[in-house]
């Protein structure tokens, strides 16, 4: 397997610019999860979906962010307008509740894209 | 820019050497831990994982100790690579009956092995 694709890897843009990242998960995995890094904020959960189905997004910053699952193998994680706040590596991960990616432990893991670097001017 | 003045943790080691991390986590309720390790460029990968009825674990090289009653978590490597360098996080969360909890992750602390 491939892994978690993400793209673009980086992606320079002004202030005001649309920006849509994209995410492929494990094929199989039923949870797909976008995070956000910054330094000041570590790793912030922005939303994650089961089944294609949006389950929380209580921390997507606010209505400038979007998310959408429209099938099982893609999803992608709007910004619009962007604003150099939201310069920050955006990962994708994803997980399954059935199959594969378990620890020993019988506890589901989170396997990670390399992440999506965004820079805002 | 939104990095000044602030630095991970870092701790400094000699290949070869053995390695302990910390991890003060936040939620006396949490019952399930994970250390994720990260290289440059690269995204979290998980490195092994613990439930609260635990106090060790040991993997590859590699053991974490809870420490339920201070809220504290520690990651051993023994004999340290320089591709151990990393960022490595601590995570936690409170699994559910049914469903699914998220992970809350910790700030990481950078680890960096001299040949």
């Not at chain 1, 890897?9 to 492929?24: A, D, S």
């Not at chain 1, 962010?65 to 193998?73: D, H, I, L, R």
């Not at chain 2, 699994?95 to 910790?106: A, E, I, V």
């Amino acid at each position: 397997d491939a892994g978690v694709i993400q793209s673009p890897r980086h992606e320079v843009t002004e202030m005001g610019q649309e920006v849509t990242l994209r995410c492929k998960p494990i094929s199989g995995h039923d949870y797909l999860f976008w995070y956000r890094q910054t330094m000041m904020r570590g790793l912030e959960l922005l939303i994650y979906f089961n089944n294609n189905v949006p389950i929380d997004d209580s921390g997507m910053p606010e209505d400038r962010f979007s998310a959408k699952m429209p099938n099982a193998s893609f999803s992608t994680l709007k910004i619009q307008p962007s604003e150099p706040r939201d310069s920050a590596v955006y990962f994708c991960a994803s997980s399954s509740h059935t199959r594969g990616g378990r620890s020993s432990l019988g506890a589901n893991v989170l396997t990670f894209g390399a992440g999506s670097r965004l820079t805002v001017l | 820019g939104e990095n000044v003045g602030l630095h991970l943790p870092t701790l400094s080691v000699q290949e070869g050497d053995n390695s302990i991390i910390n991890c003060a986590y936040s939620n006396s309720a949490s019952d399930y831990f994970i250390w994720y390790k990260q290289e440059s460029g690269k995204g979290p990968q998980f490195i092994i994982d613990i439930r609260s009825n635990m106090d060790k674990r040991q993997g590859q090289r590699v053991t974490v100790l809870l420490n339920k009653t201070v809220k504290h978590l520690s990651l051993q490597i023994a004999a340290t690579q320089p591709g151990d360098s990393a960022v490595y996080f601590c995570a936690e969360t409170r699994r559910p009956l049914s469903g699914y909890s998220t992970l809350t992750f910790g700030k990481g602390t950078m680890l960096l092995v001299s040949p």
